[in-house]
């Protein structure tokens, strides 16, 4: 893939983060609570899993992850064929984890997944500025964490959705409403996310033997 290409990849990724809406699969079983205390448990000092799938307009894309740490910050880089395509930016920190942006727009300051200690079911909010490109907005946000129990290709596990209800002030008459979620594995770190409708990352499909 070349550059042309990959700039592509990550236009097709942020204009899908405005269309449709991914459903996560749910259990079905009451969750368990979900608390964390220590930032050693959010399972941001490495990412296990080598491969993941991005969900763009309902088509599933396979790509290969490279976990970077930089200080405080930890990207997680999605390629395709060996050609970076987009990546996931967070911080974390002692008093906790917040989502910086992707290669396609980015939130200042970045926005609070978790504030340690941390329990859900927890209500938060979020004012700053969304940028993509040329473009610099304010923005505000309504943030809800609640446990779910949740199955994924590695098995079922208790977690916490972050549901962050973000509204961006165009200007005085033109507020444009987006959800981004987030499901966060004590230990696992963000095991999914939509960031908007329609732009999913899950953990990759099991290859048949």
Same mark, same amino acid.
């Given at each position: 893939?070349?550059? +042309?290409?990959?700039? !592509?990849?990550?236009? *097709? #990724? &942020?204009?899908?983060?405005? /269309?449709?809406?991914?459903? %996560?699969?749910?259990?079905?079983?009451?969750?368990?609570?979900?608390?964390?205390?220590?930032?050693?448990?959010?399972?941001?000092?490495?990412?296990?899993?080598?491969?993941?799938?991005?969900?763009?307009?309902?088509?599933?894309?396979?790509?290969?992850?490279?976990?970077?740490?930089?200080?405080?910050?930890?990207?997680?880089?999605?390629?395709?064929?060996?050609?970076?395509?987009?990546?996931? +930016?967070?911080?974390? !920190?002692?008093?906790? *984890? #917040? &989502?910086?942006?992707?290669? /396609?727009?980015?939130?200042? %300051?970045?926005?609070?997944?978790?504030?340690?200690?941390?329990?859900?079911?927890?209500?938060?909010?979020?004012?700053?500025?969304?940028?993509?490109?040329?473009?610099?907005?304010?923005?505000?946000?309504?943030?809800?964490?609640?446990?779910?129990?949740?199955?994924?290709?590695?098995?079922?596990?208790?977690?916490?959705?972050?549901?962050?209800?973000?509204?961006?002030?165009?200007?005085?008459?033109?507020?444009?409403?987006?959800?981004?979620?987030?499901?966060?594995?004590?230990?696992?770190?963000?095991?999914?996310?939509?960031?908007?409708?329609?732009?999913?990352?899950?953990?990759?499909?099991?290859?048949?033997?």
């Amino acid at each position: 893939m070349n550059g +042309r290409a990959a700039l !592509g990849f990550g236009v *097709l #990724a &942020f204009l899908a983060s405005f /269309a449709g809406t991914c459903q %996560p699969q749910a259990s079905g079983q009451d969750p368990a609570a979900f608390s964390i205390t220590d930032s050693r448990e959010l399972g941001f000092e490495e990412f296990k899993e080598k491969e993941a799938t991005l969900v763009l307009a309902g088509t599933p894309i396979p790509v290969e992850t490279k976990f970077i740490k930089e200080g405080d910050i930890r990207r997680l880089v999605f390629m395709v064929h060996g050609q970076e395509v987009d990546e996931e +930016r967070y911080r974390v !920190g002692v008093d906790g *984890l #917040a &989502f910086m942006g992707t290669r /396609a727009e980015s939130f200042e %300051p970045p926005i609070p997944l978790v504030s340690l200690p941390f329990a859900a079911p927890k209500s938060s909010e979020w004012k700053g500025k969304w940028k993509t490109g040329p473009t610099e907005v304010e923005g505000e946000a309504k943030i809800e964490a609640t446990p779910e129990r949740i199955n994924t290709v590695g098995g079922q596990f208790d977690a916490a959705r972050i549901e962050i209800k973000l509204t961006m002030k165009v200007d005085d008459q033109d507020r444009r409403e987006r959800t981004l979620k987030f499901w966060l594995v004590r230990d696992h770190g963000i095991v999914r996310r939509e960031l908007g409708a329609d732009s999913a990352r899950e953990p990759a499909a099991k290859k048949s033997p």
